[in-house]
């Protein structure tokens, strides 16, 4: 008897009068474990080339952080809607108010067009390609995206986890799981673990989806409180690490939320 799966395939062949039952399931394993280092090897190799043409690679089509309003220059130049209430648990040190308008942005669009160093992710648990956010990402990174995220060994509601970008304009994909309904402190750390992640690999910009709106049934009012409170707090402590913290919306009722609450969460004055 003989260890198959670690044989090659001409050493296969001396075994022929073995029964043929026994060669193809030898061949069957030798294959299928050359599939998964040629995979392996393949992720890596591309993620290795894409990080480095980062900066060379260019798009008419791509937005950068150049051309993405701060949220004090947007505030001056549209119709502001009156803003809402911050809960009553949610303080800020207003004395920061002043530098931290000038750290975030809500940008109204599609967020796989971004040229900045990372983009959230909307994942699910098995880091599987989705539908909405997750899909969208996955279809402009290609397939290598899906390669990396198959040895993360999944992602727990609240964690992130981190990929290269490959086509996508971003540097890194950076991926969380929010709750499905409503809550406050899962989604909480989805904020606070990204940005967490974005820091240990010196990420300066980073853009949020909506995270647990839409099918994961989260109230939108309720999530927005959430994010922007949470990226408020974790800037008054990292704000001099960020360049921008973009929080990009594509749904109507988003667009007009996000310009309530960051008023109230990134007063004005």
């Known amino acids: 008897m003989f ?3 670690k044989l090659g395939f001409q050493n296969i062949l001396v075994f022929l ?9 030898c061949l069957l394993i030798f294959l299928a474990a050359e599939l998964q280092n040629t995979n392996n090897m393949s992720w890596q190799v591309e993620k290795s080339k894409y990080l480095k043409s980062y900066a060379s690679r260019i798009s008419k089509d791509w937005v950068t952080l150049e051309n993405i309003k701060t949220w004090k220059q947007e505030a001056q130049e549209i119709d502001l809607p009156d803003p809402v209430k ?3 648990s949610n303080t800020i040190d207003e004395t920061q108010n002043g530098s931290l308008v000038d750290k975030v942005s809500m940008f109204i669009g599609d967020i796989t067009k971004l040229k900045i160093d990372a983009i959230v992710n909307a994942a699910n648990y098995y880091l599987k390609r989705g539908g909405g956010v997750d899909g969208a990402i996955h279809r402009v990174a290609g397939q290598y995206l ?7 060994n999944g992602c727990p509601t609240g964690e992130a986890k981190i990929t290269g970008g490959y086509q996508l304009p971003a540097k890194f994909v950076i991926h969380t799981v929010g709750p499905q309904g409503e809550n406050s402190q899962l989604l909480k750390n989805c904020y606070k673990n990204s940005l967490n992640l974005a820091l240990s690999n010196d ?15 989260y109230p939108n009012e309720a999530a927005a409180h959430v ?9 008054e402590k990292h704000g001099d690490q960020f360049d921008r913290v973009i929080f ?10 996000y310009k309530k609450v960051l008023q109230t969460y990134f007063p004005l004055n």
């Open 146 to 152: 899906q390669q990396e995220c198959d040895t993360l």
């Open 203 to 217: 990420v300066k910009s980073i853009a949020f989806p909506c995270i647990s709106t839409g099918v994961y049934g």
């Open 227 to 235: 994010a922007t409170f949470t990226v408020r707090k974790f800037l």
């Open 86 to 88: 911050a809960l009553p």
């Open 17 to 25: 009068p073995v029964k043929n039952w026994l060669i193809i399931s």
């Open 3 to 5: 260890i198959c799966s």
């Open 248 to 257: 990009c919306t594509f749904l109507d009722i988003d667009k007009e939320l």
